[in-house]
């Protein structure tokens, strides 16, 4: 039957409809429950999804499984490829880390009725993709197709995409693997087309390629449309010690080649779960996410690998790591012949490595308690999942905390409880805060859901959630008898302090310059910084500023690139948050932003004009044989440009001037032949400040601030 132009543009139209989820690793071994279940696999694969998965694995184990590595919760089929190694020119083999998998699923095709309806697998089905034996493109023959839509060679659903510096085109074989730096990905398209009967058949006939493969029409006696799976999984090629141009990357089943390469997978999705998801996502548009499909946003977990981590292998035998041979009876053919039975499977007669025959875990309950009610050790009460606050340098819960392999909500409140914290709360799964109080910049949900970023299970309790990244549970000791600790270091109680308003000098909460700091006098740190400290430390200053809590910077002008973002004297509602650390009513800057304030009693440092009967003249660098004025020399503690003026005018002589803060000299003429050079005074920031007075300039360290009079009278 030929399909319509209708047809045509609805495939067209389909391209796009899909989504993608991610998937960590949760099994390797020889297990394949579809080609050989209930006993060993011919070769190693890496698996998964649901933690059920074994030599047994069935649709209604899956479902039951506790947990799954990929990130719909809803989903716990298992998705398995074989394992790749590389083999070192001595003959041995090491295993390349699997670097986790992605399953794309897509609306596309049409039966031959021209259907375009997708209906969801059906609970038993188990689909095989691509065949272990190829050793050369296109040994297995054609897709059906016909004029409208062309076959497809069947060695097309599998591909290579090589991660390298540069991108190249995807490949049908692994070519030039050892310049993937960035990973290897193996991709698999599965068949879309579903005879409507058979839910898994030994030659895979009860399923089949579209013509195009990852397109195009279902061929006759294949009336269900099914969503068309895409898997990528990647490995990490570049991770393997001592790579040598005599070693050789194979995969599991004795291939060198990768035409061999082929995926499994296994039906293990909430059936109503994935019957909303086919016909409300994988519809025309979407970009793919998981946030476009709501009824899987709502079973949406990014935290897989911490939640369901790899289980311990069912079989046992040692198929990572370095390896003498290959897993089984496996022997490496390089084609261009198929691979032969005898070159990938054991005889009867060899020895078989014992199968642990595990008891199928069942999925446990997610606790979710309720606002306010009792959870965990007695009289704690929780206060709900809430983000971890970052509006301050202060967490949700801020005193003190521990992290544990084996974290629980039990564990974090009988730690906090015991070190005299009512509050404890549990974050990214393994860490644990505790607190007298609770920030008020923190934001609760109404409660633990799979949307709230509460999403990561305890591992010592995994029917608890334990938050998730920047998201914290949050719990509260009401025993009336319980008695806190007095040491309030570190702790958010701090927040709860009232703000004092900004004083009148208050210039207003400004950005950090570019390339330097905003203020860029002196600086100084404290554990009790206040306003107060930092107006004194900077007294010399016209301006100065707090910064994160506890930093004070020094200026006479806010450097190129600084700006004011807010006047605002109400404290509340400033950009600068962060209370000073010396006392917790005052609020001193935040990060990358300064609380600025004017000095009121500023005088500026001068470098005087005129002292007494002398003009200034400009500086002199000392030469290397001598002073540059040596008519008369004195120093004091109480120097100043006048102090040196009447000391120089006493002896009658034409020029004086001021070095190094204290020191005095005086001459009748400038002793040039020692070398010394004039020229104009520094900044000022390079000269010191008189011994005797703060606000006035002298000289520096073999620099002479010099001055001359015309008035003196031998």
């Known amino acids: 039957m030929q399909v319509s132009l209708v047809s045509i543009i609805l495939l067209a139209g389909q391209a796009s409809a899909f989504w993608r989820m991610s998937c960590s690793l949760i099994m390797q071994g020889r297990i394949d429950p579809i080609v050989n279940p209930g006993a060993l696999a011919a070769h190693s694969h890496t698996i998964t999804g649901g ?13 039951n499984s506790q947990c799954t590595s990929c990130e719909i ?25 699997h670097t986790g998998a992605v399953a794309y699923y897509l609306g596309r095709g049409a039966t031959q ?15 095989v993709s691509g065949n272990k034996a190829n050793r050369r493109y296109n040994a297995t023959g054609n897709t059906w197709g016909n004029a409208t839509f062309p076959s497809r060679p069947l060695q097309d659903a599998v591909s290579f995409a090589c991660l390298a510096a540069i991108a190249g085109p995807e490949t049908p074989n692994m070519v030039n693997v050892s310049t993937c730096i960035n990973g290897l990905r193996a991709q698999v398209h599965f068949q879309s087309c579903w005879n409507g009967v058979d839910l898994y058949k030994t030659d895979n006939s009860h399923v089949a ?35 040598s141009d005599d070693g050789q990357y194979v995969w599991s089943m004795g291939d060198p080649t990768g035409y061999g390469f082929h995926g499994d997978f296994m039906n293990g999705w909430d059936a109503a779960i994935q019957e909303q998801a086919v016909a409300n996502c994988l519809t025309e548009g979407g970009d793919g996410s998981i946030q476009a499909c709501p009824v899987l946003n709502s079973n949406d977990v990014n935290e897989m690998e911490q939640n369901c981590p790899e289980q311990p292998s069912q079989v046992l035998e040692q198929v990572t790591g370095l390896i003498d041979k290959l897993p089984g009876c496996v022997n490496i053919t390089y084609g261009p012949n198929s691979a032969t039975a005898a070159d990938m499977e054991c005889p009867a007669s060899a020895p078989k490595p014992s199968i642990v025959q595990t008891v199928d875990s069942t999925p446990l309950p997610t606790a979710n308690p309720a606002i306010g009610g009792s959870y965990g050790n007695a009289f704690n009460k929780y206060l709900g999942c809430g983000n971890d606050s970052y509006q301050s340098p202060l967490r949700t819960l801020n005193a003190i905390y521990t992290t544990a392999a084996n974290m629980s909500i039990e564990y974090c409140q009988t730690y906090c409880n015991s070190q005299g914290y009512r509050y404890s709360g549990v974050e990214y799964a393994t860490q644990c ?21 509460c999403t990561m299970t305890c591992p010592g309790n995994r029917a608890e959630l334990c938050g998730g990244p920047n998201h914290v549970n949050v719990f509260n000791n009401t025993d009336p008898q319980f008695v806190p600790t007095n040491n309030t270091a570190n702790s958010v109680i701090q927040l709860l302090t009232p703000l004092k308003a900004f004083a009148s000098n208050y210039i207003g909460c400004a950005s950090e310059g570019q390339g330097g700091r905003a203020l860029n006098g002196t600086s100084t740190y404290s554990t009790s910084m206040t306003i107060e400290t930092c107006a004194a430390a900077c007294a010399a200053y016209q301006y100065y500023g707090l910064e994160y809590s506890n930093q004070c910077f020094c200026g006479n002008a806010l450097a190129s690139g600084s700006t004011i973002l807010d006047t605002k004297k109400n404290v509340l509602t400033s950009h600068c948050t962060m209370r000073c650390a010396g006392d917790f009513g005052e609020v001193c800057g935040a990060g990358n932003l300064l609380s600025v304030y004017k000095n009121l009693a500023y005088q500026p440092v001068i470098i005087p004009a005129v002292a007494g009967i002398y003009t200034q003249q400009g500086c002199v660098t000392e030469g290397s044989s001598g002073k540059a004025l040596s008519g008369a020399f004195t120093s004091s503690n109480s120097m100043t440009t006048e102090f040196c003026a009447a000391f120089c005018k006493s002896k009658k002589f034409k020029y004086m001037g001021v070095e190094y803060g204290r020191e005095c000299y005086c001459d009748s003429k400038i002793e040039t032949q020692t070398g010394a050079k004039f020229g104009t005074c520094p900044l000022g920031s390079q000269l010191l400040l008189c011994a005797g007075n703060k606000y006035e300039y002298c000289g520096t360290g073999g620099l002479l601030q010099l001055y001359m009079t015309t008035n003196i009278v031998a």
């Open 51 to 63: 933690s059920n998965i074994g030599v047994n694995a069935t649709y209604a184990s899956l479902i």
């Open 73 to 97: 919760t809803a989903d716990k089929s298992a998705y398995w490829t074989p394992n790749l190694y590389y083999q070192h020119p001595n003959g041995s083999f090491e295993s390349v880390p």
């Open 113 to 127: 009725n021209n259907n375009t309806v997708i209906s969801p697998y059906p609970k038993e089905l188990k689909i």
């Open 209 to 243: 390629y579209l013509s195009g493969i990852d397109n195009g029409v279902c061929p006759p006696g294949y009336p269900v449309l099914i969503p068309h799976l895409f898997l990528e999984t990647g490995y990490s090629v570049a991770s393997v010690s001592n790579i």
């Open 433 to 453: 805060y505790c607190d007298l109080a609770v920030n008020p910049t923190a934001e609760f949900y109404a409660g633990i859901n799979l949307t709230s970023g």
